[in-house]
């Protein structure tokens, strides 16, 4: 693959990964690298163009993060944001200092004209967050935006071609943001912008074909977005070589199963391998409560079912796995405890000798959902929340029972099929009911009841590290509340979770 690129390089910011897809927004590919990598690293790949991302430390921080200088001499164009800006210009010979006060929210910036402003007029609206701020302007630097707080809240090099924005421009707030991420790739670094879908998927499938050559591949289904478009990518590429095993683990959701079989098996045409191994699951979960050792049960049991099965289809050397970028990009950064284990369905066993073949590696998930929509999958499996591999196991808290199971069935499909109906699925990042191990008092007709309790959850996020809960509308909320009590037996109250992660977790387990 030979494209434009764009590299972000990474300082710890929050919005690392949300810059990088804005790049990629404007058709030009881009990856993120450490701000470890060296500066014959980064020059080496040949950027057209290179984002220094913010970050949460101060410059003056001992231990601070920092990058070569050698890279601001490389003759390739610079935008820093944020702390990004404020290291160009402490290595560059200007001054920061920590501002009179914390500067967070939106702010309306006066814009000079120049390759990053032009079409603008003068009054930008703007999202801030930062403590320090550049204060005097290293040589040769022209400021070319102030706000009432910060005089210098844009800078740029016009000559070496290095800018400069104290704002974050990848966040939706700040409004044209992506306008200024296109003025650079475009006006300043002299971007075409060759990264389409449509490219990808021909690159995608010739890189599959030359791998694979003749060879046969296996894939796990486990419905979700990803692997799904993994393995029509592959089968694309490779017809009848490729055999899906989907494992049915007896913790999808409603329809689920229907879905894949329908889609992949008549659809499509895929050789698929439906596994019913629902009753081997759930007795291995009985009387299991401990959410860690449901998902290490599930994970166990998933690799020894898949590894019998596999076994059947014979000669298979390859395993398609639906890795994508944010999954590639986390494994490589990671230093946060681990919270949950999550086991990743369709893992590879340790002693499977089967070469990967993971097509979906460089794309973040919007990206994802567009080549499955171009590949012909259907708008309800592509548009799909994000779903976890041990499915509704670790969304009936406590003790897992078949009947548990048909409760949280119907509570969840009445929540998701009226988040559709309301024009609200696509809005949240993930909805979905949860069966808690709380029974309650109730009345329905004269008669007392007590019955189960209901938690509906529905969050906001982009790459579901963070999370905010969704503010669905209270009619919305009362209409689904009213009919999980009335249609779901054994029901008798229904909650919405209003925390946020953190300090709470997305999933209840
Ligand atoms: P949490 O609950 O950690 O979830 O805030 C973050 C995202 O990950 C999903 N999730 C999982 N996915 N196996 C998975 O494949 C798991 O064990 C697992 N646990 C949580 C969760 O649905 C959310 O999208």
Do not use: W
């Given at each position: 693959m030979n494209h434009e690129l764009t590299l972000v390089i990474d300082?710890?910011?929050?919005?690392s990964q949300l810059i990088a897809r804005r790049v990629r927004e404007c058709s030009v590919y881009s990856e993120i690298v450490p701000y470890t990598a060296s500066a014959e690293e980064i020059i080496g790949r040949q950027p057209k163009a290179i984002i220094l991302s913010g970050g949460?430390?101060?410059?003056?921080?001992?231990g601070a993060p920092r990058i070569d200088p050698a890279i601001f001499e490389a003759g390739i164009p610079i935008l820093g944001i944020c702390y990004g800006m404020q290291l160009t210009s402490h290595l560059l010979g200007g001054q920061v200092t920590r501002a009179g006060r914390r500067e967070y929210g939106f702010a309306q910036m006066q814009a000079e004209?120049?390759?990053?402003?032009?079409?603008?007029?003068?009054e930008l609206q703007v999202w801030m967050s930062h403590?320090?701020?550049?204060h005097q302007l290293p040589p040769g630097f022209v400021s070319i935006g102030r706000t009432d707080n910060a005089p210098v809240a844009a800078m740029a090099h016009f000559e070496k071609q290095i800018y400069g924005v104290?704002?974050?421009?990848?966040?939706?707030?700040?409004?044209r943001g992506t306008e200024i991420i296109r003025n650079f790739l475009?006006?300043?670094?002299g971007c075409r912008g060759d990264w389409t879908i449509a490219s990808f998927i021909d690159e995608a499938v010739a890189r599959i074909r030359a791998q694979v050559g003749g060879g046969r591949a296996i894939c796990g289904l486990s419905g979700g977005v990803d692997s799904s478009v993994a393995a029509a990518l592959v089968h694309w590429a490779i017809g009848d070589n490729l055999t899906c095993i989907f494992v049915?683990?007896?913790?999808?959701?409603?329809g689920e199963v229907e879905q894949v079989v329908e889609t992949?098996?008549?659809?499509?045409g895929v050789r698929l391998v439906h596994v019913d191994a629902a009753r081997r699951f759930l007795g291995q979960l009985a009387g299991v409560a401990d959410p860690e050792r449901k998902r290490k049960i599930i994970g166990n049991e998933f690799i020894r079912v898949f590894e019998e099965e596999a076994a059947k289809v014979g000669d298979a050397r390859f395993l398609v796995q639906g890795t994508i970028y944010p999954d590639v990009v986390e494994s490589g950064t990671a230093t946060a405890?681990?919270?949950?284990?999550?086991?990743?369905?369709?893992?590879?066993?340790?002693d499977m000798v089967l070469e990967l073949v993971e097509p979906?590696?460089?794309?973040?998930k919007d990206e994802v959902r567009a080549v499955g929509r171009q590949l012909g999958l259907p708008e309800e499996m592509v548009g799909r929340h994000p779903f976890p591999g041990p499915g509704l196991a670790i969304r009936v808290i406590g003790e897992i029972t078949g009947e548990k199971l048909e409760i949280l069935r119907a509570a969840d499909h009445i929540f998701i099929s009226e988040l559709r109906q309301a024009g609200l699925y696509d809005q949240v990042w993930q909805a979905f009911a949860v069966l808690t191990d709380t029974r309650s008092v109730g009345v329905m007709g004269d008669e007392r009841t007590y019955g189960w309790t209901i938690a509906l959850r529905a969050v906001e996020s982009s790459d579901a590290m963070t999370a905010d809960w969704s503010r669905l509308p209270y009619e919305f909320l009362g209409r689904v509340s009213n009919r999980i009590v009335n249609e779901?037996?054994?029901?008798n109250r229904v909650v919405y979770d209003i925390t946020s992660k953190p300090p709470a977790t997305i999933e209840w387990e």
């Open positions: 300082f710890g910011a929050q919005y949460p430390a101060s410059v003056y921080a001992e004209a120049c390759p990053l402003f032009d079409q603008f007029g003068q403590g320090d701020a550049v104290q704002f974050h421009p990848e966040v939706a707030h700040t409004r475009y006006r300043v670094a049915d683990h007896g913790l999808l959701r409603q992949f098996g008549h659809h499509l405890a681990t919270i949950k284990t999550h086991h990743n369905v369709g893992g590879l066993p340790e979906l590696r460089e794309l973040f779901v037996a054994g029901v």
